[in-house]
């Protein structure tokens, strides 16, 4: 089955930098990979997502790059605040109906912006 | 507003107990999952069924049980035959065609402790 690795498990930046989380995964037939994040004690939500027929996506602070070729994809938050400090997991998925749509996840990077 | 409610949010279980967790949706998904959270270990998958009255076991579907009678409910029991069942649990739903594939949205979980 697929695999996926998220790096770094945590990462601290003060606030205004840039924070990047990078993910790699197995399956080269997976086609799309989605980024949410978690705030203590409530459940994921949905930031960003793309899917394999792009290389980048960007809204707004957020952005995503894919790299198929490596498998490897990432998330670039500029401009970083307070407020987006949270648990943030990478996530890989193949679309078949076949196989159904469930997704692979990270273990998760822990972002902490000081202000 | 249209989205998933789990609960109880919290429930406690002494040993040998089996305990189900409740997962409604009002979105109109199709497909619905469970995924189990522990410290440090991502969102590994339980079940997940793409509809109404057929399921799919997961990654750690052993000691556990669902069952999807109505499109709106995804039932899951934890029985005494997991191991290890204290963590957090969460519910998610997805359309299963088009640009809602795998596109899942959460709930705010439920988080079980065994006594």
């Known amino acids: 089955g697929e695999n996926v690795e998220q790096h770094p498990s945590t990462l601290s930046v003060q606030e205004g930098d840039s924070a990047v989380i990078k993910c790699t995964y197995s399956?080269?037939?997976?086609?799309?990979f989605p980024w949410y994040k978690q705030e203590l004690g409530k459940g994921p939500q949905l930031i960003i997502d793309?899917?394999?027929?792009?290389g980048e996506k960007k809204d707004q602070r957020i952005a995503v790059t894919l790299n198929k070729t490596a498998k490897h994809f990432s998330l670039h938050i500029t401009e970083t605040q307070p407020e987006d400090s949270a648990v943030y997991f990478c996530a890989a998925s193949f679309t078949n109906s076949n196989s159904g749509y469930a997704l692979n996840f990270g273990k998760g990077t822990s972002l902490l912006v000081t202000p | 507003d249209g989205g998933i409610t789990q609960s109880p949010k919290y429930l406690f279980r002494k040993e040998g107990q089996n305990v189900t967790l409740s997962c409604e949706q009002n979105l109109n998904h199709d497909a619905m999952y469970w995924y189990r959270q522990d410290p440090g270990q991502g969102l590994r998958l339980i079940y997940y069924?793409?509809?109404?009255?057929?399921?799919q076991k997961g990654d750690i579907a052993e000691g556990y049980s669902v069952s999807r009678e109505k499109k709106e409910s995804f039932p899951l029991t934890v029985t005494s035959a997991q191991k290890n069942p204290t963590a957090f649990y969460l519910c998610?739903?997805?359309?299963?065609?088009?640009?809602?594939?795998?596109?899942?949205?959460f709930g705010a979980g439920s988080r079980l402790t065994v006594l």
């Open positions: 069924s793409q509809i109404v009255n057929d399921f």
């Open positions: 793309i899917r394999s027929n792009v």
């Open positions: 998610a739903s997805s359309g299963t065609g088009g640009s809602g594939a795998n596109v899942l949205t």
């Open positions: 399956d080269s037939a997976s086609n799309y």
